[in-house]
Each structure stands twice: as C-alpha cells, then as structure tokens.
C-alpha cells in the first residue's frame, strides 16, 4: 500500500508546535538566567551589608574628644551622638565625592586612618576631576570626566571597602570574585551587579520606601527613627543602616538623595560646632529626602531593584 506524505496543513502545526516549544523553552531559559543573576547580585550586596553593618557596630564604643562648652539644652550624650554620627560615621562611610571634598578641605578636622585615605585619593585626583556642579570650568564631558556624577555612591562604596580600611577589610577576600568595573571612565572602579552596572549605596536612607510603591517608609514603627533629633537620647547611627542596591535587570534605579551637596557640612551651628550640625538629620537637606523615589518620565523603575533590606521589608 502506497504511504501518504504529510499534507501541509499538517506540516504547519508540526512547525507551530515546534515554534511554540521553542518560545517556552526559551522564556525558561531567559528566566532561569535572570533568576540566577538576581541571585549573584544578593550575595555580593549581603557581602558589603555584612562589611558595613560590622563597622557600624563599632562607633557607639567609639571614644570622642571633649569639647569645653554646650549651648542651653545640650548634653553632652548629644554632642557625643553627633561627633560620632558627623566625624566619623559619616566622615568614614561617605556616600559622595562632595563628603570627600570637603573632607579635603578641612583636614584638621578628620584624621583617622580612613579620613586620610580618603584625603590623599581626593588629592591625587587631576583638578579637571575635583570640580562639582556650580564651580567655574565645571564640564561634565570633559576627558577624564569629574568624579562626581551619578555613581559617586556606587564609587564611594569600592573606595571605602577596599581602600579605606574599614572593619578590617581592607584586603576583603569575599569580595575577591565579585564584578568590578568603571563604567564611566572616570578612574574610579565600582562594584558591579550581574546586569554590569555599579551597585549603589546611600549612608543615611531615611525616606526610602520597601516594598516598592507600598508607600511606606522602611525606618518606620520598629525601625522608627529617634523623634527628638539632637536630644540627649538620640543614638550615633538614627535607628538606620546603610543601603545598598542594584538597579536590576531593567537598569533603572529610580532612588534619589535629596542633593549632592556635602552632608558633612549640613545645617548650621549647635553649641562651638558650626558645621555638619544636621548631618545625618533626616528632617534637613541634604538628607532629607535621601533614597526617596525620582520617576524618570512618569514611570515607576523601582519594581525589580535588589537592595540589602528587601528581605526585611518582606516580613
């Protein structure tokens, strides 16, 4: 008896369902490889929150120098929260280039190990790279381009944990197989997500919102921040814990500090210290809206962002 050949009907739902086959699997693989990704970009982030979060346990031990007199009203378990949260918290664990300009500025009053690590990388710097925004010649285009842009917190984070000296990590061997790169070309390398773009970091994030677009604010209830800023019982660290964060697979970050301007230099004075009086003050600029969102054309990025609070913000 002769075979009959297929017809092409049959031929056609033999090459959709092959078709169709494909796409599956292919949207398996796609998400198998993302998922794994995700999974490399939390472990380095759980890596650097570990460093961080150790070196942050040890300023509350952290001895001051004394300071003669206090305005009304000021004790000195304040002036000791500030010191710490100013001169070294903040002196130690910077978050942006301004922070280390400034530092550069007024080395009298920053001379720990870090600080002038931190002094000497500012200052071998071309002066092409040491303008900000604001200052004449200032050119974001120019070759080599300055160092503050919108990574300097990314660049700051390397600085800090692999330069600085911090929590005894200045070798950092769990870190030794993560991504690091310099995606703007500015000679200063930042660690890298698995998507290829700098890993972020904001020192004090007090209006950052998790989970994404729930509207409420993650130092909140039982991570509340102390209510009476400069009060005798404020604490050194504000109740808060550095973030650090990847923009994910789409690339967009969607988080925003409320300025590039030092926070080392925050508000006016309180008691003989006249400057850094509000840093880390959430209710002042430039922390004030700091990890807030910034909607780039309406839209809301934040969806697919990694930070080191996720599984917290979960609970």
Not at 31 to 57: E, F, V, Y
Not at 84 to 101: C, F, G, M, Q, Y
Not at 146 to 165: H, N, T, W
Not at 202 to 208: D, G, N, Y
């Amino acid at each position: 008896m002769k075979r009959r050949g297929f017809t092409l009907t049959e031929l056609l739902v033999v090459v959709a369902i092959i078709l169709g086959l494909m796409t599956l699997v292919g949207g398996a693989v796609s998400g198998a490889r993302t998922s794994g990704k995700a999974n490399t970009t939390r472990a380095t982030i759980a890596k650097l929150d570990t460093i961080l979060t150790a070196q942050l346990a040890t300023y509350n031990s952290r001895s001051v120098p004394p300071v003669a007199t206090l305005s009304s009203g000021t004790t000195q378990t304040a002036y000791r929260a500030w010191f710490i949260r100013r001169n070294l918290i903040s002196a130690e664990l910077p978050d942006r280039w301004t922070d280390v300009k400034f530092m550069a500025s007024n080395p009298a009053l920053f001379v720990t190990p870090a600080h002038r690590t931190y002094i000497a990388i500012w200052n071998s710097l071309p002066p092409i790279q040491q303008l900000v925004p604001g200052d004449s010649g200032y050119n974001a285009a120019s070759t080599p381009p300055p160092v503050v842009d919108k990574y300097s917190g990314a660049e700051c984070l390397f600085m800090i944990v692999m330069r600085g000296g911090v929590a005894d990590c200045l070798d950092c061997g769990a870190l030794r197989t993560s991504e690091v790169g310099d995606t703007d070309s500015d000679g200063m390398p930042e660690f890298l997500d698995a998507w290829g773009n700098p890993i972020g970091f904001l020192l004090w994030p007090a209006a950052i919102v998790l989970p994404p677009q729930s509207g409420a604010l993650f130092f909140s209830g039982s991570r509340s921040l102390d209510i009476a800023f400069g009060s005798g019982s404020i604490r050194p660290t504000l109740g808060m814990r550095p973030l650090i964060y990847s923009a994910g697979p789409d690339g967009e970050y969607s988080l925003d500090r409320g300025s590039e301007a030092a926070s080392l230099s925050a508000g006016g004075a309180i008691g003989t210290w006249t400057v850094g009086a509000n840093c880390g003050n959430w209710q002042v600029s430039p922390t004030l809206t700091s990890g807030s969102l910034a909607l780039t054309d309406g839209i809301d990025y934040r969806g697919d962002n990694i930070t080191n609070f996720d599984a917290e913000a979960k609970q």
